[in-house]
Structures are given as structure tokens and as C-alpha cells.
DNA sequence: CATGAATGAGAATTCATTCAT
DNA sequence: GATGAATGAATTCTCATTCAT
């Protein structure tokens, strides 16, 4: 059917070049349909971007819930938050860059608003995990729920960028041990 | 002086649209000179865009180094890393937005390389601090310092654009304060 | 029935946004049908609006024959063919709109063959009626008859532009009236 | 210079093929210049046209201003001001054809509402000449002023195009008869 | 009778870059 | 040093029309 395969050829064709350099022609001669028929499936080529990033963050959403909701510990929980988070990114490279890296400015206001919000969004749902974990048990330090979404986010997207220029100097495990010693400790050795 | 007028205009322009809807006229227009200007002074729209750059950059690790040459102890110097990154960020949010925000796929490929080499260098000279850390005290974890710095820039980056859409509900202090407890102690109650 | 539901809407959009601005697009919605429904029921785009445009003219022609194949003094015919105009105008404002306004340059040169031929017919109608109204009687002057009846028409269709920019500021006696001055005495006071 | 070759190739272009049909490509083509040059010079397809039209109503209003401030009786004035405009129709068919013609629906609603305004402005014109005729002799019947210039308008107006499809037919001195006796006696023999 | 997905030729507009002055 | 008119390739989007079902 056109519409998946637009949306195919589109995140190729996104991830590639970024959102500005990305053209409707290149996206239709990937699809292998015609000019016209990404403006029947899409109104436009902010909404069609904004189709891809939407689907991208229902996808992680629902990977994660779909483990978190049989109760969990705390560690086990950011865990495997962690792990699909490294997972899609790994899976869906072409994906998760535009959905973590492309800022967009630049593009219609009101898409960059519903953009911003579905990021919000995610953020929250993050934020509303942690915050659970604070209250639950003692396991948490008392840190800002929202800004130690926003960093476990950055810390992921920021490994996961380094990782693609220097994927042979690294393993999947490594990377997961990393994240996660990084987020849960830091960098300190504890002090006891 | 021409140069410097279209630097500050360009800085401008560049980081409340982006680099690709960063028009050479809006720039010549703020800079108030003529479009022929801009190209006597810069050979080309990337040019200028990564002379901007590669400024930032610089001016951030100067900073840093005036602090970090004389021998501090390690817990000073992550402290010193991390009030020198914020207040580049809220000092200049438009370079630190496109320094490090704009990560401009769909430039010409020579300027990109400058570009990446120069992220390159200031994440290599992150993970030099941190390499000599974990040597000379027994202060850091055995953690990669490359993902390490990498992950420092993530965390300061994201912290940074959380706090620009919530500017009302954090001061400076709770920034620092929460940036430097995440990096150093992770989110975890350290087990003792 | 389909092709009623389509005629009604383009009359509507035709109207509305003139002949090139008009799309198959909206008049498919308008009428509730598919777009294929527009095609199954006119070959074009331009042979819909010669349609409505051929269904005006024959209108505001049937409605004033009713009443001129009674012998009628000539005032009187000239006062019916304004009345009936008039009404055409008021009450069909939008099929009146396309009708006389909508010169659609850059139709098909096929169509708009037709469309002049049909606009000729309605012109000669009128001229004819002078014809024989100079001969019978002695109450019109000595005009070319064809740059009479263009002008009966210009005058009403300007009259009724102007009206409808201005409708509270004059009734629809007001504007029978003037028309009929205008047309029938012009506007200098005799001279006796 | 580029501004003038746009503007007498757009013209042509315009008034051959209305605003919708006339494309920018073919104005730059017979301009001489590239398309690049019509937006350096215009900022949008329909500026360019306002411009045209604006220029248009100017000159015909510059042209009937000339004779008209020596003080005049009110006869040679209306004659006058047939005389300019049929002058204007028959000299600048193109231009004429588009100002009065090309009614433009489906423009973008700012430049659609400034023609407005200049058409407003020339039937204020002529009707400001009617009104002085009124009050100054017993020349003029009570009608109202503006429907009056209205009607004029679109009287030379259908005369015109009558003239355009029948040119062998007539003479200048045809029309301007006619137009005169039409507007200022109307059809009917007076009354004495 | 009716549908609606698909098409592709055009159209307006943008913008980095050049170059004669 | 500086200008700004001119360029033309690239880009997004529109829309009448077709056709298999």
C-alpha cells in the first residue's frame, strides 16, 4: 500500500539528510510512486514528519509499558527502561535519529507545537516512572523527577551518537552497562 | 567592522531558525549590509556558519582551561567543567543552541568533517580530564571516558533545553546543583 | 440524484472563488460525492461550468420570453427585460456571478467557443427586441442595436456590482429604477 | 532595466491569459530574464499584478485629470472623460483588459482588497465629476452619482469588448458617439 | 452508477551564489 | 572593501484527470 511505503522511503530518506534536506521528490522516487500521491496520503511534508516522529515515540512508549506494567522493582524498572530506549535506537537507527536529533526548527509553527508535546509527553511518562520509584522505596535520590527524565534521555542519545562513529570499539552490552551504571551512579565511585 | 556585525547577525539568525532556514539575506539584512558583503567576508553560508561554530566551541574550552590549569582536585574540576558549560549555555543560548544542537546533516560534506572534528576534539578533551581523574585518585569509576564525556555533554545539553521551556521553575543553583549530583552520584542512593 | 448535488456545489465554488481558483476537489465535497462521481457525470472541468453558464443564459432568457411573447408596448418590454435581469441577479447571485463576471481566459479553446457563442445568442436576443421596437414604433433612437443591448447589459451588471458592495444603502426599487433612467433617458435632463 | 522588460512582459501575459492562466515562467521568458529576476523585482505573483493594475488606473485618472482642470462645461467634460478612457481602452487593449476584466477572485485577500480600494477610488472619481454637474447647472438628472459612474464604466466596458469581436464594424468615432448619446440620452427619443 | 487511490505535468516561490561596478 | 542586481537550480505544493474495482 503507498501510504507504508512512503512512510518507509520517508524515514530513509529524513534520517539521511535531516528534515530540510530531505526532499518530497526523493521520498516519492524511494517509494516508487508518484509526486502527487505523497500529497493525497499527506498533507504536507511537516505532517508526514511528524506522522514518523509520533509513531516513533508510540513505539518506545508502548515496548517499555509493555514490560512495565507487571509490577516491577525500581533497579529492574529503569533497567529495562533503558534497554528499550538502546534497543529502538539500535533497531530503528534511521528512526531514532530523527526522533531524538532533529530540533526542526524552522518547520510550521503549529506542527513543531504538536512535535513539542509529543516530546513532552514522553518526558512525562519518564518523569511519572521515577517519580513512583522516589515515593515506593528508598532507592531514589530526592532529584528533580522532570530535569532526571530529560537527562536519562540525553545520556542514552548522546551514548547512542557517540556509539554510531565508534560501533566497533563497542558492544551492545557494552553500552547498556554504561548507561545504566552512568544514570544509576554516576561517575563517582560511592563513598562509604 | 562588516565582519563582526554579520558574526553577531549570523549567530542571530542561525539559532532562531536553524541552519537551513537561515536565509544569507535575513543575515545581510540584520548585519545591515549588502548580501555581496557577507560573501567578501565568508567564501559561503557554511563557512560562516562553521567559523560560528568553531568559535563557540573554542570559547568554551578557553574558559574552562583558565580554571583548569592550575591543579585542582578532581571534584573541583567536574564542578569547574559543568558552571563553565552552563554559563556558556545561559550566557549565549544562541550559540549554544547552534553549537550544539544543530547537528546539520545535508551540509557539504568538507564543512561537515571540520565540523564533527571539532565536536570531536571538545569531547576528546572532556575525556582527557576525566582519563587523568581516574589515574591519579581513586575518585572515578572504571567508566569509558569517552562515553563518559559524551554523556556529560547529553546531560548539560538536555538539562539546558528542559530548563529553556521551563525557565520559571528552576534557578541557576538547582541547575548546577542537579547536573553535578546526576554526573558525579547518578540517580541511585548509593548503597552503603 | 448525483448530477443535481454536483451542479448545485460547483455553482457554489465557481462563484465563489471564480473559474481557476475553483477545484474538482471541493466541489466533490460540497456535492457529497467521490471525485470519480464528478467525471461519471461531466467529461471536465470545463464543460461543468459551460453547463451552468449555458443553464444561466437559458434561464433569464426562458423567464423573460414568458412574459414578451404577449404583445407589449415597448417601454413596457424594456422595463421586463431589466425586471427580469434584476431578479436574475438578486436571485441568483452566484450562477449571475459566474455568468457575467467569469470571462475565463485560459479555457479550453473549444469550450470557450461555445461560451462566447452562448453569450452572442443572449446579446442578439436583446438586440433583436431593440430591433423591432425601433421599426414598430417611434420610440427609440437611432442606435446600433448590438452595442445597445451590450450596453443595457454592461449597465445592469455594473449596477448590480456595485449594489452588491453597497446593499444597505439602496432597495431593489432603487436600483429598477435607476436602471431603467439610465438605460432609457441616460443622464442628461432633456432638452425640450 | 529588468523592471520595466517585467512589467511590459507581464502585461502581455496577463491580459492574454487572465491572472490565474498566466504563468511566471512564460513572464520571465519573454521578459528576457530569469525567473529569479521576477522576485527580486516583485515579491509575489500578485504584486506584480496590483502593480499593473494600479499603474493602469493611474494613468487613465492622470490622462482625464489633464483636460479636466481648465474649467469645463459639464457636456465636454463627460465627453471628455469617454474620450480618455475609450483612448486608454483602445491604446493599452492590454492593460484595459485586465483592469477592467479581470476580476480576480481567488487572489490572496490583502492585494484582492487594495485593488478593491484603487477600483473604489476611480468610480469615486468619476462620480465626484457627476456630482459637481449636478449642483453646478441644471445639466444633470437627480440620479444617483455613484451607480451613475458605474454605469458608465460598464458601458465603455461592454461597448468594448463588443468592439474587440467586431472590429470591422465600427469606427472610433462609432463608439465614441455612441457611448456618448448612450450614457448622457439614453435609448429613448426624448420627449418634447 | 459510483468510487477514491494514484498520477504527473505544472506552478509559485526560495535562496545561495556570482559578478560587474 | 563593499555593493546589489541578476541568476537558475531546487523545492513544495496543486489539481484536473484516469482507471481498476
Known sequence: MSKDKIIRAAIEV????GYHRASMDEIAQRAQVAKGTLYYNFP???QLFKTIV???YEDIIRRTEADL???LPMEEMIL???????DFFLESQHIAHIVFNEISNGIEKDVLDELNQIRREHLNYLARILKEGKCERQLLRDLDPNLSAASMIGTLESTFNYYLNHQEEYSREDLE???FTFITQGLYISFD
Open 44 to 46: 504536507s511534508k511537516s
Open 14 to 17: 529524513f534520517s539521511e539528510n
Open 69 to 71: 506494567n507487571a509490577p
Open 80 to 86: 529495562q527502561v533503558i534497554r528499550h530506549h538502546l
Open 177 to 179: 552497562h554504561f548507561v
Open 54 to 56: 509520533k509513531a516513533g
